[in-house]
């Protein structure tokens, strides 16, 4: 079997950078090339030397249509804007288009939703094993439980993280509410402040945290009378999102249009 291309949008920052390492460690996959932002002073820079890898001979381009043309697959962990507009050259170009963005719109997954007509998308707010057994026991715990357990989603990132709360405790919220039965949209509470009055059951609650260097802590609590059932999960490297994501590449290949999560690559 031929080597998998697979290239990588925002190769300069620390998730790109991780993802650029992986890929050249994974066998049967190789660096097909990487974008930054235009202006970006990585511009032009081998991106094996910007990943701290011996130099690779690809340059860091800032036209995405460029690596896309000439890879199988292409891995992006950037920003809405960007990540759309890679969706409908991935689309275009027929390749698999792996999604760790987070902080999406409903007009941003309208536009990805589309995009997996015609391309391989996989798309997760978390791209690591743990994360998404956490996930799949999240939704077996809530359906096993009745109201009377109110389930709260609490999660702390590092200081530079934009979008709260997190992709992944949005992904857990979603598994919760699944398992209830419940629309997470019209059961969630994302602010208490000030006197809020008692807790409305069956709402699924959510705590954000920042500080520090925290690659990502996420734990589900089920809080009932006299009991409390307590699900965590602490990332300590972003390895695991990158070989995750990695994985998701190459699972994809061959499998034709259709919008994916890593549940489906797992087989959870």
Do not use: C, Y
Request: proline share 4%; aromatic share 2%.
């Amino acid at each position: 079997m031929s080597e998998i291309r697979i290239a990588v949008t925002g190769a300069a920052g620390r998730m790109g950078r991780e993802l650029v390492r992986v890929i050249s460690e994974t066998p049967g996959s190789i660096v097909s090339g990487g974008t930054e932002s235009p202006g970006s002073p990585h511009i032009g820079a081998d991106i094996g030397t910007v990943a701290g890898l011996p130099p690779l001979g690809i340059a860091i381009s800032a036209d995405p249509l460029e690596i896309v043309a000439k890879s199988d697959a292409i891995i992006d962990f950037t920003s809405p804007a960007a990540t759309v507009e890679i969706a409908g050259l991935a689309a275009n170009a027929r390749i698999v288009h792996v999604i760790g963005t987070t902080g999406l719109t409903e007009t941003d997954e309208a536009a990805i939703k589309a995009a997996a007509r015609h391309a391989t998308v996989i798309k997760a707010g978390n791209m690591s094993l743990g994360v998404n057994l956490l996930t799949a026991i999240t939704r077996r715990i809530a359906q096993a439980l009745d109201e009377t357990f109110d389930i709260e989603v609490v999660e702390m990132h590092h200081r530079q993280k934009v979008d709260a709360p997190s992709g992944t405790a949005l992904m857990l919220g979603a598994a919760a509410a699944e398992g209830r039965g419940i629309d997470l949209k019209t059961h969630s509470v994302h602010t208490r402040d000030g006197h809020t009055g008692p807790r409305k059951r069956g709402d699924i609650g959510f705590a954000t945290l920042r500080g520090g260097t925290v690659v990502g802590d996420h734990t589900v609590v089920f809080a009932g009378d006299g009991e409390r059932i307590e699900i965590t999960h602490r990332a300590a490297d972003r390895s695991i999102f990158a070989r995750g994501a990695v994985k998701a590449a190459h699972w994809g290949q061959g499998k034709g249009p259709g919008l994916f999560n890593m549940g489906d690559v797992l087989g959870l």
